[in-house]
């Protein structure tokens, strides 16, 4: 590289380096190790959501749960084509209370493994407004149950 008249001698050089130190800088980048670059990418688990009950407030709850597993980084939800390894299932239509005009519902849910291991169960309520109160305690809980499989 050639400095015209008036650079200094170090800025000339610092302007002829610039380059390399991109590249030694990207091969350093490619070269570091795996475990520099963060943790590896949690696998999903695929889930299957059931619904036992036939009444409107259990199939919105089951709605709202199917939401809650979509958004969660540790499940992806079954589209029925592919098999499970972990079923939530509401086994009964959910309860419910009229309380100071609205609706607090209660709710039960199993977990089980693709074999039919009982995983546990949770019960809880909310209000029929914020089904994904509910739904959010259930992937909570999911997760733990989930990790009974392995």
């Known amino acids: 590289m050639h400095c015209g008249r008036g ?3 170090g800025n000339c050089m610092q302007l002829a380096s610039f380059p390399v130190r991109l590249t030694l800088i990207g091969i350093a980048l490619m070269l570091r190790p ?6 590896p990418p949690v696998k999903s688990i695929v889930v299957a959501v059931r619904c036992n ?10 709605e709202a749960i199917e939401k809650a597993f979509k958004s969660s980084r540790d499940f992806s939800l079954s589209s029925g084509r592919e098999p499970s390894a972990f079923t939530a ?3 009964t239509n959910v309860g419910w209370k009229q309380r100071g005009g609205r609706t607090r519902v209660s709710y039960t849910m ?3 493994s693709v ?3 009982s995983l546990g ?5 909310c209000w029929d407004d914020g089904l994904a109160k509910c739904a959010s ?12 499989m392995h």
Do not use: C
């Open 115 to 117: 074999d039919n291991q």
């Open 110 to 112: 199993e977990f089980s």
């Open 121 to 125: 169960s949770i019960a809880g309520s």
């Open 53 to 62: 009950a036939d009444d409107g407030l259990s199939l919105r709850l089951k």
């Open 89 to 91: 299932t509401i086994p």
């Open 7 to 9: 650079t200094e001698r």
């Open 34 to 39: 795996a475990s520099a670059m963060g943790p």
């Open 137 to 148: 305690q259930i992937v909570k809980k999911a997760r733990i149950a989930a990790h009974k």
